[in-house]
């Protein structure tokens, strides 16, 4: 899929918002994409996690033994890419601030594991489940994402492989233009601050 193909999916899903919004990283953005409704459907979901897929290098697909998503976001694009990738797919969660893997999942000391995104914006997220994932003795081979936001300026510490990479302009809190100022922050995401 092109860029544009991957966007108005988001488009026609109504999950390319505009507006004044506060990111999980806690900058401000005018725009916002919101996968859980771009991945509400099963058929779109499906279609995204394929072509997500094929941005791995074949050497690379060929070595991944789990797919390990941090939850919520990453969680349906997980399960998708596992099923794309006839893998079974387990998922972190933070119930105390530090992800973990709960529900009687478990990765063996050794698994190779493709660590799987919605969206990368400062890889924050990204970098924390995947040290959850090495203190389980996993070995993160790839992560991919929908959407990486930092345009290819993340360091995840592993290869990254986005399905597309945008560059809206993000904003410190302190440095937000007066049109974007104007309209009343909302908070989007699933990370509390």
Not at 119 to 128: A, D, E, K
Not at 136 to 162: Q, W
């Amino acid at each position: 899929m092109t860029d544009e193909e991957v966007l108005a999916e988001f488009r026609a899903a109504g999950a390319l918002l505009e507006g004044h919004f506060i990111l999980s990283s806690g900058r401000r953005s005018a725009n916002y994409l919101q996968c859980a409704r771009v991945l509400m459907n099963a058929e779109r979901a499906g279609k995204l996690a394929r072509a997500t897929v094929q941005k791995l290098p074949r050497e690379v697909r060929q070595e991944i033994d789990l797919v390990v998503s941090p939850a919520m976001g990453g969680l349906i694009i997980g399960h998708e890419v596992g099923r794309a990738l006839d893998k079974d797919a387990v998922f972190l969660e933070r119930p105390e601030g530090v992800f973990e893997l709960r529900r009687g999942f478990a990765i063996t000391p050794g698994q190779k594991v493709l660590m799987v995104e919605d969206v990368v914006t400062t890889g924050l997220s990204s970098r924390q489940a995947i040290e959850a994932v090495e203190a389980e003795g996993g070995i993160v081979v790839a992560e991919v994402a929908l959407v990486d936001r930092s345009a290819g300026e993340v360091d995840l510490g592993v290869p990254f492989y986005p399905l597309v990479s945008i560059n809206f302009p993000v904003y410190d809190e302190d440095a937000v233009p007066p049109e974007l100022a104007a309209i009343p922050a909302i908070k989007p995401g699933s990370r509390k601050q």
